[in-house]
């Protein structure tokens, strides 16, 4: 055992270091020179949404028993692994370590090289939040071609760190009005509900998105039949594959690409750019899976995932002048492959599960007897000696939101002889692969923010530059709305973030801005600016004093402007 794993490790490195070598002298001067500089002309950022060791492991077990295939597409190109971690933040209301992170605060850094916390996309970790620009946003400002590709929807946290800006992932609607005006070229991924409006069967409550995305030259396609009709000459394209998330592998119909399928298309139009494109391509699914506790579905997606690598890999070889970086985010519902003491694992099960727990889910919940749930399981699994107990198990759920489903995949677990921690994700580091310049820069144990740099750093692109554009434009402050539906903001750090001075001394606080002077009586709950009552409204709560862009306006003698819909200050 030891010699074998021994004998893959090195193997492993010389195969990257060869294929890297092989790249930069295959090609002409100008794509050696650029190589040796450590530099590309394009870089490609593919993401496994969840895929920890286990996930990694359990693809790769399937693919040698199930299929007789040894290796991965990944596995010649791994050079080390990265911390996943987050900031300490507020998660949902209650505030947790940072230890154990989401997508949105571990593409955060990935993407842009801050920590953040949980559901914050690429802002920073304050009560007023400055927004982070990515290696993507930086690319983009430096005239490459962008695109973003994901089996998620396409407003979900891990492409929405890359091209956007909010306080909360949860505002899939902003995220994908955002991408209208982020010039990203090519976005493929599912997620039509947040473009559209409820009578289109969308959720936006403003307005429908799609016409404007055709009048600023996007072409919309919406199946696998339109995908593959799409051509180079379409630069700009926004592929919808479903409502919410594109569906899981098991489930797929013709309509339904591939991520390969998609990862190649993208790769077409992108690298017609002559100064080159930035891409981040997600399995955005096996989190999915792996949330579910639905391990042959989770193979499946993680192998969907392995197959758009090998596209991109094979593009980066044939056009010399790309780099090639990939990670998770972090690792989904504490898989294990073993469990209860048994030093065995049923591998050759892994494959006889039609579809996923997900597309069982309605029919487990209206079945009413023990006999109703055999039939759905011997259905979709080659398991005929279903117990009354295993039954009964499905029928009364397990204790999670995922209720019956969770059950099913509770018993499906058991027998497959793998193990889960819960349905939520862990803290372990995970893999990174790479090939091209950037392979050097995140080998080793690295941080993930330094996926973010060393994506800079082969492009040669500026994200402090880029960050500072944004942030010279945008403030995301945390906000609260009073009865008369009133947007009021914290003061103090508010005041700060706007450069207006702020002072607390017993029940007066005093903001001096440019020109006026505001104090306000604390306890009173009144303010006076230059004197006089001032006619804004104003809240103390808790001991924090709450104004609205009204008063910060007179203080700053500035128009600042709120936007509702991305929840954040416009300062110009
Ligand atoms: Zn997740």
Redesign the pocket.
Known sequence: MNKFLKGLAISGLAFSMIAAGTSAAAKSTTATNNQTKGKSKNLIVLIG??MGPAQISAARYYQQYEKGIQKLNLDPYYVGQATTYADRGEDGGTVVSGIVT??ASAGTAFATGHKTYNAGISVSNEDVSKPFASVIEAAELSGKSTGLVTTARITHATPAVYASHVRSRDNESAIASQYLDSGVDVLFGGGESFFVTKDGKGKRTDKNLLPEFEAKGYKIVKTAKDLKALTSKNAKALGLFGGSHVSYVPDRSAETPSLATMTSKALDILSTNKNGFAIMIEGGRI??A??ANDLPTLVQEALDFDAAFKVAIEFAKKNGNTSVVVTA??E?GGLSLSRDNIYEINIDLWDQQKHSSESLASALNEAVTIDDVKKIVQNNTWITDLTDEEAQYILDGDGSSYKREGGYNVVISKRLLIGWSGH??SAVDVGVWAYGPIAEKVKGQVDNTQIAFAGAEVLGVDLKKASSELQSKYLYPKFKINRDKEVLYPAQALAKALGVAYKESGSTATLTGKSVVITVDLSAGTAKVGGKAASFTVDVDNGTLYLPLAAFNQATGKTLKWDTLSERIILK
Do not use: Y
């Open positions: 949404d969840g989401d997508s989190d999915h792996g949330h985010d972090h989904t939520g994700h």
